[in-house]
């Protein structure tokens, strides 16, 4: 399996940017993708996360109603779209997925077992 994400960038508080990662390797209807990130000096945090099969979509409290992940299955492709950015929101951020997860384990690190390379968002105020 291969994740590649990208779409990060350097943006003014209030903007928007779109993340995609680019899913690769086998067939995913079974998986859950997340997007988690990591500021400098904290541990990596989950953001959102989507089920392939049903479309049942995760978030964190701190980015309902900015936030939307989506997917296309067209494409194999999982899309973070980051609206109304903050700077707290300023981090590398990873995409990720996982197979047969329970809802409570969506929002952890640890079985998620493929991961792509970070792309660094950062908001300046």
């Known amino acids: 399996v291969q994740l590649q994400a990208s779409g990060g960038g350097l943006v003014q508080a209030g903007d928007s940017l779109r993340l995609s990662c680019a899913a690769s390797?086998?067939?995913?209807?079974?998986?859950?993708m997340g997007w988690f990130r990591q500021a400098p000096g904290k541990e990596r945090e989950f953001v959102a996360g989507?089920?392939?099969?049903?479309?049942?979509?995760y978030y964190t409290d701190s980015v309902k109603g900015r936030f939307t992940i989506s997917r296309d299955n067209a494409k194999n492709t999982v899309y973070l779209q980051m609206n109304s950015l903050k700077p707290e929101d300023t981090a590398v951020y990873y995409c990720?997925?996982?197979?047969?997860?329970?809802?409570?384990?969506?929002?952890?690190?640890?079985?998620?077992?493929?991961w792509g390379r970070g792309t660094q968002v950062t908001v300046s105020s």
């Open positions: 990720a997925a996982g197979n047969r997860m329970i809802t409570s384990q969506v929002m952890a690190p640890s079985v998620h077992h493929y």
């Open positions: 390797g086998r067939t995913f209807s079974s998986y859950t």
């Open positions: 989507i089920r392939w099969g049903s479309n049942t979509k």
